[in-house]
């Protein structure tokens, strides 16, 4: 294969075939947290899964770390959407191990899914090519909230885009991986991050979502959680360019070394001057929402949301909508403060309903 050219100014640099593989690699988050030698087994299957070889040669390492690297490959590369498990077989005193991966279709069937996904991803990405950076961002978010429905039945493709891009159906793993091949088309960088489960808590699965940075600065992204609270009517931004401390107060802490998200002043609400610390700010809002018909969102900033100031929360929105002979009724997330109300003609069956974002599915790794 003949070294190809890069034109740099007025210089020609030459790359050949391993300088080019050097800076694809160095594209690759999860590829940089490894060892050497876990590089060589991450670039193996990488290469492996790409050619739907049967079986491929990694160097040896305990299965848990193989399990690990191989769901790193997936998480960097969510284009390769054709495989979640393998096995794999050594012979004693070998410094290698043959891997045989499970794949999700037969070759041919890859194939076309795989031509498929690509136009598909191109004609996506093509709509918001013009668009600058943070309206590409909000471009992906709306984009998987408006055409795809958590999948409940959790069924293998909605693990990976095939589920959300080609059928309209995810999980959260899906889904992140889909927001970030299509963060990666409109050269948005993008990462995907893993947490995992806590029994404890009640929170029985991994969940996965994605960091963003924009404007050269790094935000948590979690489009499942968003289209959780979602409605056909209405977009919900409450876990839209969070940072860490903010994320967290309803995440589990990852599982993968992420890079740190420290800037909490951009989140949708904020941006959108949607993020009060007044009662006065909340009474003159919900007079205007109740006035035009509006359904009003905001985040509460005036210190902790504790039962007491949600009583008084509520006593302006009920005030104010008894104005107009209407009722409130309230749907709240409670961990990120967002506060969803609705004013009615027709009394409410529940006055407060507890938004419940996580809607909780398996996410396959193996041991």
């Not at 299957?45 to 050619?51: F, P, R, T």
């Not at 891997?99 to 999700?104: A, D, G, Q, V």
Request: glycine share 4%; proline share 4%; charged share 30%.
């Amino acid at each position: 294969m003949p070294p190809y050219l890069l034109l740099e100014g007025a210089n020609i640099i030459t790359y050949n075939e391993s300088d080019k593989k050097n800076r694809r690699m160095k594209m690759a988050y999860y590829y940089n947290q490894l060892s050497k030698i876990e590089q060589k087994a991450y670039y193996a299957m990488k290469e492996g899964l790409k050619n739907l070889a049967p079986s491929f040669t990694v160097p040896l390492l305990d299965g848990k770390r193989l399990s690990d690297i191989y769901f790193m490959v997936r998480m960097d590369c969510p284009e390769i959407f054709w495989s979640v498990k393998f096995s794999y077989r050594y012979y004693k005193d070998s410094d290698h191990a043959e891997m045989i991966p499970e794949y999700l279709f037969k070759k041919n069937q890859i194939i076309e899914h795989q031509k498929a996904m690509d136009a598909r991803v191109k004609k996506i990405a093509r709509q918001a090519e013009k668009m600058n950076e943070k309206e590409k961002e909000f471009f992906v978010h709306d984009f998987i909230c408006q055409n795809v429905r958590y999948d409940k039945l959790k069924k293998a493709y909605s693990h990976e885009i095939i589920g959300p891009l080609g059928q309209g159906v995810g999980v959260c793993e899906g889904i992140a991986k889909s927001v970030k091949i299509l963060c990666d088309a409109l050269g948005i960088w993008c990462i995907i991050a893993l947490c995992d489960n806590n029994p404890e808590k009640g929170i029985k699965y991994r969940h996965m979502w994605n960091v963003v940075r924009i404007d050269g600065k790094y935000y948590h992204l979690d489009a499942t959680f968003d289209n959780s609270l979602s409605k056909e009517d209405l977009i919900r931004y409450d876990y839209f360019n969070l940072s860490d401390s903010q994320i967290f107060k309803d995440h589990e802490p990852v599982i993968y070394k992420l890079p740190p998200c420290t800037d909490g002043d951009h989140t949708y609400y904020r941006e959108k001057k949607l993020s009060w610390t007044k009662y006065e700010d909340v009474r003159k809002r919900a007079a205007q929402a109740v006035k035009k018909g509006k359904v009003l969102i905001f985040h509460w900033r005036g210190g902790y949301l504790t039962k007491e100031v949600l009583k008084e929360l509520f006593e302006i929105f009920h005030e104010e909508a008894a104005k107009k002979e209407k009722y409130a009724y309230l749907s709240l997330n409670w961990p990120q403060a967002v506060l969803q109300v609705r004013f009615s003609t027709e009394a409410p069956q529940q006055e407060i309903m507890m938004e419940e974002a996580n809607e909780g599915e398996t996410i396959e790794v193996q041991d």
